[in-house]
């Protein structure tokens, strides 16, 4: 650290920004080396050794260059990076700094935090939102060709879900409500995993049928005008579901996928009746559409 602030002080960067390099890894834990030293069997393995000499950040801008740092680089590694795979991580890193004290003495709060995330989330999902691998070559040629619509689908209940089904419903709510050069991301995951994201973004410790991650909103939404975001559905709850209401597990999903898409593109039911009457309007419009043999199909 004494060679970057050498560094800086010889190209005369200001007190702010030395101060900055010498604060923005506060007192944190180097986890890597701690955890290598631990595999290595000593019994004199302090954590303390493992810590950067601080200070701790000591104004809200160095505070938020330290969530920066870890958060960036964190996310720039994850494998898969979608936009609720960035969310989680987002959430988690910043839970740690705080809950390690490293934003104890610079006076950010925690109503700052969420805006910080938010804002984090907008504009690492704009950077690094990945494209699905595809394993069957059918798909993966449709890919290529794609020119214009971008339909990620990430299909963890194939036995259930049929993918390309799920692919020409999505293209053509798309296509009908003019999304012709937007992208999208489709999640097919169980229960378990939905109950998860629950948890983390609506604070419910339940399994829901469909969750929508808009890439509309927001303050940094104009960075990726074509991104639309995530559609996240539970099969397992749309089974279900399906049972109790008479229809098949395509007929559900279909109902499922109109609900969540319609959420990207600002629709809202719970924004008032008359939002509730529009949303409505427009699942029976885009129904009729992609289950053209179930005219009496209702909506979500």
């Not at 993918?163 to 050069?181: F, H, M, P, Y």
């Not at 097919?188 to 808009?214: C, G, H, W, Y």
């Not at 939404?221 to 559609?231: E, Q």
């Amino acid at each position: 650290m004494s060679k970057r602030v050498e560094l800086a002080r010889t190209h005369k960067l200001g007190n702010e920004i030395i101060e900055g390099i010498t604060q923005h890894h506060g007192t944190s834990l180097i986890k890597f080396f701690y955890n290598k030293a631990l595999k290595s069997g000593k019994d004199d393995v302090e954590e303390g050794n493992f810590r950067y000499p601080g200070p701790k950040p000591q104004t809200r801008e160095t505070g938020i260059v330290m969530l920066a740092d870890v958060v960036e680089a964190a996310v720039r590694a994850l494998e898969r990076p979608t936009a609720s795979r960035i969310r989680g991580r987002v959430k988690e890193l910043i839970n740690d700094i705080f809950a390690d004290g490293q934003l104890e003495e610079c006076e950010l709060t925690l109503k700052d935090l969420h805006q910080i995330a938010r804002s984090f989330n907008n504009i690492l999902t704009s950077i690094y939102h990945s494209r699905i691998e595809y394993t069957d070559k059918p798909q993966e040629k449709r890919k290529k060709n794609m020119t214009t619509l971008q339909i990620w689908i990430d299909n963890r209940q194939k036995p259930m879900v049929a993918t390309q089904a799920l692919r020409r419903k999505t293209e053509q709510i798309l296509n009908a409500l003019g999304c012709d050069r937007h992208e999208i991301s489709i999640v097919i995951m169980n229960d378990e995993e939905i109950q998860a994201l629950n948890r983390s973004f609506r604070k419910i410790d339940a399994p829901t049928n469909v969750l929508s991650f808009p890439m509309q909103e927001g303050e940094f939404s104009g960075m990726t005008p074509g991104l639309l975001g995530d559609v996240v559905i539970s099969a397992q709850t749309a089974a279900r579901e399906a049972e109790q209401a008479g229809i098949t597990l395509d007929q559900r999903m279909s109902q499922l996928l109109v609900h969540g898409i319609l959420h990207l593109v600002g629709f809202d039911h719970e924004a008032g009746d008359e939002a509730a009457r529009q949303m409505e309007t427009k699942s029976l419009e885009l129904l009729k559409q992609i289950e053209p043999d179930n005219p009496d199909l209702p909506v979500f």
